[in-house]
T-cell receptor
């Protein structure tokens, strides 16, 4: 059973500070890792993808991957009230017979940026 | 360019009726995915198409659920004899290939009364 774990929060961060979101996954064969943002009543929006160990930066967002520890994180610098949303960690593995599979999602972390 | 589109955006149906949900992926995307999100629950993977083929249908919740994709483009998810537990938001996503980022459509909110 593939599992993705996230702290549900809420995580409250002051405006302008760094928000740190964490995720662990169970399937060592996982290949690809994604962070999605979901506003209430909306569909998930892709924020970051990361495929290899280390850091990947895109604007105010940095994704970090450590496959040995089975750990993915997302840092949001200079947090804004508009960043308030649920952040979903998603992991893509491989099926036992090879080939891609659907994403396994965590339940999400509810982030609140306090003005 | 145009994103993933889904129709209808909302569907209310009576228990026992059949429903058909449609997904139009991003042009050129070969992989298409269906997920559902129930109130307070996480996103649950249902089925994946590479081209017109679905390599693995084991994620479908029951044999009342079926899906097809034609012309490597539009996909329909059909739920027969709907039950109240089928009430959820059904989300479609597409990606350039099976290993690329997935982009979600706006979803279809299904309510079974």
């Amino acid at each position: 059973q593939k599992e993705v774990e996230q702290n549900s929060g809420p995580l409250s961060v002051p405006e302008g500070a760094i928000a740190s979101l964490n995720c662990t996954y169970s399937d060592r064969g996982s290949q690809s890792f994604f962070w999605y943002r979901q506003y209430s009543g909306k569909s998930p929006e892709l924020i970051m993808s990361i495929y290899s160990n280390g850091d990947k930066e895109d604007g105010r967002f940095t994704a970090q991957l450590n496959k040995a520890s089975q750990y993915v994180s997302l840092l949001i610098r200079d947090s804004q009230p508009s960043d308030s949303a649920t952040y979903l960690c998603a992991v893509m593995g491989q099926r036992s017979g090879g080939g891609a599979d659907g994403l396994t999602f965590g339940k999400g972390t509810h982030l609140i940026i306090q003005p | 360019g145009a994103g993933v589109s889904q129709s209808p955006s909302n569907k209310v149906t009576e228990k026992g009726k059949d429903v058909e949900l449609r997904c139009d992926p991003i042009s050129g995307h070969t992989a298409l995915y269906w997920y559902r999100q129930s109130l307070g629950q996480g996103l649950e993977f249902l089925i994946y198409f590479q081209g017109n083929s679905a390599p693995d249908k084991s994620g479908l919740p029951s044999d009342r659920f079926s899906a097809e994709r034609t012309g490597g483009s539009v996909s329909t998810l059909t739920i027969q004899r709907t039950q109240q537990e089928d009430s959820a938001v059904y989300l479609c996503a597409s990606s350039l290939t099976s290993i690329n980022e997935q982009y979600f459509g706006p979803g279809t909110r299904l309510t079974v009364t």
